[in-house]
């Protein structure tokens, strides 16, 4: 076992971790059960999580590594009482069937919308070309992405409608 | 990693390289860790992650127009870096590998390093001509350099060809020269799947014919392949569609091909004719634009 120091969902954490455990095993283990175990190879992006702003597959990075980063789940976002806007467009179109790949595909929405204000179908599809999902056949999310964008961009007091900008990213 | 007792992260190279040789055998070190963390190797007992070591600039290199990317830049780095710049086989391949969330993790360095069937950037890096940078910690404590070039790197896998206390630091690609362009494009199922073929190609023109031609193909069997055969075929001539067709027939002969359960030979062998074609006239297409 080593220490480990990190943020989860903007809160500091001390964690003991031993060598193997990777970020889905660690994040589960406290609770976090929006981090889902899927195909644990890195492929099907039921894991994703944010780690310092960028959608990493939790299932493949060894907790270990992380000292000093900053990781976000879904619970980071938003509730059900009170739903982040991307999780609110999710709704809305009905991007959710089973569920289980919608907290990954959300969190990539977030790294996506970080850094492409208004982005367009082609890099929607882009950003969840790491995201299996076998109920909704990807329409109704890529269309939640889209309005996700236009709530967002609402929310933080953007103007609608613009070309695409691209924000500075690390 | 059923075995594993220990995972550093050193500072320092220097840090990094002597706790591999105080190690061994029973240590590896830890690049973007998509392989490694999913080896079933009981031998790993002991991780040096190289994530802090300084790795990750990238840099102008020596040539005009070189990029000297370290070995730890991730592809999304990559990307993102070349995305201001005209696209060549390198931003088309960044741009390519597994799925976005992938380019996250994986490393330039461990992509060539773990080279595996359908990995891109070993066959850019053999069709532009790249170099690897290669470092050792000597036993006096000093440090010794060597350049390899690409095609010396991927003449066996580089997992074995590279001494004990090896570590690649650095790959050199030298720029698009006058008149040079090149692509990489792959065929895939689906968006995130493993390359079931894929084609590297630099072609030079000038005055309206080809005077140099590189073309690679991967994906096709254990590591790619330089088909020196199908490249000369395109010398002096020009480069219309009657050159290229036979060019690619020409690949599809001369390229090795394996079958597995994903595709038969005789399937692998028309997808490299296939693509072969549409990465020669993409790289065409922008050396066109770069005379």
Known sequence: MSKLSLTINGAPRELEVEPGDTLLDTLRELGYHGVKRGCEAGTCGSCVVLVDGEPRFSCILLSATLAGASVT????????????????????EAGVQCGYCVPGMVLSTKAL?????????????????????????????????????????????GVGGGATTKKEVG | MPELKALYQPGTLAEAQSLLEEHGERARPLAGGTSLVLSKSAKVEVLVDLSRVGLDRIEDGPGP??????????????????????????????GSVGSRVLQNH??????????????????????????????????????????????????????????????????????????????????????????????????????????????????????????SETSDSLLGKEPDAQNLSMAADLAGREAKVSADFKASAEYRTQLVTTIVEDTLSLALSRAGGNQ
Request: a negative charge.
């Open chain 2, 106 to 227: 994986v490393t330039v360095g461990g992509n060539c390093v773990m080279v595996y069937a359908w990995s891109d950037l070993p066959v850019v890096m053999l069709a532009l001509e790249g170099t690897f940078e290669i470092q050792r910690r000597a036993a006096a404590g000093e440090d010794t350099r060597r350049s390899l070039a690409a095609d010396a790197f991927f003449s066996g896998h580089p997992t074995r060809s590279l001494a004990e206390g090896e570590l690649v630091v650095a790959v050199n690609v030298p720029g698009p020269g006058s008149g040079q362009g090149s692509a990489h494009l792959k065929f895939c199922r689906n968006a995130a799947d493993q390359a079931l073929a894929s084609a590297s190609v630099r072609v030079e023109l000038d005055q309206g014919v080809v005077r140099q031609a590189r073309v690679v193909v991967g994906a096709v069997r254990g590591l790619p392949q330089l088909l």
């Open chain 2, 65 to 94: 127009g070189e990029l000297r990317i370290g070995a730890m830049v991730t592809c999304s780095a990559l990307r993102r870096f070349l995305a201001a710049r005209p696209p060549t086989a390198l931003s088309d391949a960044a």
């Open chain 1, 113 to 157: 919308l970080e850094e492409v204000e208004r982005p367009t179908e082609h890099e929607v599809k882009e950003a969840l070309d790491a995201h299996l999902c076998r109920c909704t056949g990807y329409v109704k999310q890529i269309k939640a992405v889209l309005r996700a964008a236009d709530l967002v961009a609402n929310v933080d007091g």
């Open chain 1, 73 to 92: 789940t879904v619970e980071g976002l938003g509730s059900p009482e009170r739903p982040h806007p991307i999780m609110q467009a999710f709704a809305e």
